[in-house]
């Protein structure tokens, strides 16, 4: 089992940048990929990032590309996520995820089905 918190939402203008935080506890001594994922309010849960084990391999949705990266922190069990040039579109709930079957992305890392684990959450609001 794997229990995965998320920090760092807040509330801030568009153009802003915030640092997303998850930390993962429990049988940390797996390996696997991690993921964020992103609800806004009356919209289904879609994929932000993800990365590989090693950190190496990434993978983001187009509307976060070059705003966005993510980062982990395997000595430490994080997972983080740079948001910058913040859009209100960006407004939503921010969940991180982990996959236990895979260190390695693979073509469907960004199905919501392929993850196991989630946090609860962290709420980010960009304003205009």
Do not use: H
Request: hydrophobic share 35%; aromatic share 12%.
């Amino acid at each position: 089992q794997v229990q995965l918190i998320e920090s760092g939402g807040g509330l801030l203008q568009a153009g802003g940048s915030l640092r997303l935080s998850c930390a993962a506890s429990g049988d940390t001594s797996s390996r696997y990929v991690m993921g964020w994922f992103r609800q806004a309010p009356g919209q289904e849960r879609e994929f932000v990032a993800a990365i590989s084990w090693s950190g190496v391999g990434t993978r983001y949705v187009d509307s976060v590309k070059d705003r966005f990266t993510i980062a982990r922190d395997n000595a430490k069990g994080a997972l983080y996520l740079y948001m910058s040039k913040l859009r209100p579109e960006d407004t939503a709930v921010y969940y991180c995820a982990a996959n236990k079957d895979s260190i390695y992305l693979s073509d469907r890392a960004d199905q919501i089905d392929e993850y196991d684990y989630w946090g609860q959450g962290t709420q980010v609001t960009v304003s205009s």
